[in-house]
């Protein structure tokens, strides 16, 4: 990943003209953040200087740094973006990545605005979540698609108990069980909590009810 510094540099202009965009840590994140993270980085390449600008879309409930899905800049969907432009001086590499983010991808990452349109998007993307069954089941959970996270812990309840790397989910398929659908929520939000930490963004997070705790 290019350093936080360059990186800060050459999105200035997006940060300068897009009040939904801050910039913290390493990378460009979209506001609101809520239960989903939005965000703008420069992956770094074995070529020194050259990068690939990337977005990615996560949600908060895996406590890991990046469990969502990502792309390069100009592509939403999983693809072989060019190297940016390392014959450019960094004036010029600013401006066209910026053009290119504002064009592109911060349509794209504004629509993704509710935890719906999220679950939509890694449901139905190239590398589904149903590709990492834990993930998912957390995620239907969180959608409050309690008959769904019941199927899924049929199919993968031997595995997941049979592996304490699974013991998280194991709490959770047990108050499933209990049908507590008021412990589910509480462990995941403080799962977000932790997530938020891990990505240096606690102090933009707006703790959000789940889908299900409103309805």
């Known amino acids: 990943m290019s350093s936080p510094s360059r990186t800060k540099r050459l999105l200035t202009p997006l940060l300068r003209r897009n ?3 801050v910039y913290t840590r390493d990378r460009a994140v979209l506001l609101p953040i809520r239960n989903v993270l939005r965000s703008i980085h420069l992956d770094q390449t074995s070529m020194k200087g050259i990068f690939r600008p990337a977005w990615s ?7 890991q740094p990046s469990p969502g899905i990502d792309g390069f800049i100009l592509y939403h969907r999983y ?3 060019p190297d940016f432009y390392g014959d450019l001086d960094e004036q010029a590499q600013s401006d066209t990545l ?3 983010i504002e064009e592109h991808t911060i349509p794209f990452l504004r629509s993704v605005d509710s935890f719906e ?8 993307c190239l590398q589904p979540i149903a590709s990492w069954p834990a993930m998912h089941f957390r995620l239907e959970l969180a959608l409050g698609h309690f008959e769904i996270a019941h199927y899924l ?6 595995e997941w108990f049979a592996n304490p790397e699974f013991s998280k989910t194991q709490s959770l398929v047990s108050l ?11 462990l995941l939000h403080e799962w977000e909590a932790i997530t938020a930490k891990n990505f240096k963004i606690e102090h933009l997070w707006e703790p959000t009810p789940f889908p299900f705790e409103t309805a």
């Open 153 to 158: 812990v049929s199919k993968h309840r031997s």
């Open 117 to 124: 349109t999220y679950y939509r998007l890694r449901i139905h």
């Open 98 to 100: 910026c053009a290119l």
């Open 19 to 21: 009040s939904d965009v």
């Open 57 to 63: 879309v996560t949600d908060l409930l895996f406590m």
């Open 79 to 81: 693809s072989t973006g």
């Open 176 to 186: 499933l069980e209990k049908h507590d659908h008021a412990g589910i929520a509480a």
